[in-house]
């Protein structure tokens, strides 16, 4: 099999379901955001060293990232054919999110106003996958899918990725002196 198709040539891709895009249109441009987001997230794996944990953690959220890609990579008038949990983002997604920013907040005080990014490589690398996140949810703001829970998704993600940033630094230096 090779990798080059030759279809992508003249600016267009292919959706789930067979109908074409062009490649900066907004579907594209959602799901091309939020590969980005999981490309930095397994950057940010390859840190965590000795925590399986979060390790764990991360590559769940990575498999979660192929689903909502699944959702956006589809034209939202074949929504319906769209399996939640596998193609189709879902509330347990939103769930884990959450239960994991509660997991985390339960350990440690965050700061009460904005923190400056950077402490270690770690919550650096973090941070910028939240940038990215929140990126893709304008993106997948911009494609006005009904009934869909990628905006929710991505926003409860930027929530997480910052507290997570938080928690890996330790200690943050606030933006006033």
């Not at 990798?3 to 789930?16: C, H, K, S, V």
């Not at 929504?79 to 997991?103: A, P, Q, R, T, Y």
Request: charged content about 30%; proline content about 3%.
């Amino acid at each position: 099999m090779k990798i080059y198709t030759r279809t992508g040539d003249e600016g267009q891709t292919g959706l789930l379901h067979g109908e074409k895009v062009a490649k900066n249109s907004v579907l594209p441009e959602a799901y091309g955001t939020v590969d980005e987001a999981q490309a930095i997230l397994g950057l940010v794996r390859t840190e965590c060293e000795d925590n399986a944990d979060l390790e764990g953690k991360i590559i769940h959220i990575e498999r979660d990232l192929y689903v909502l890609m699944a959702e956006l990579a589809t034209d939202p008038s074949k929504h319906d054919k769209l399996e939640l949990g596998k193609s189709k983002v879902n509330e347990e997604m939103i769930k884990f999110l959450e239960d994991f920013i509660d997991e985390i907040t339960s350990n440690f005080e965050l700061p009460k106003e904005f923190v400056l990014p950077g402490q270690n490589r770690i919550s650096a690398l973090i941070d910028i996958s939240r940038t990215v996140v929140r990126r893709a949810e304008r993106r997948a703001i911009a494609c006005n899918i009904e009934s869909s829970l990628a905006v929710p998704y991505l926003n409860r993600l930027s929530d997480l990725l910052w507290v997570m940033a938080r928690w890996q630094e330790g200690e943050s230096i606030v933006s006033r002196q």
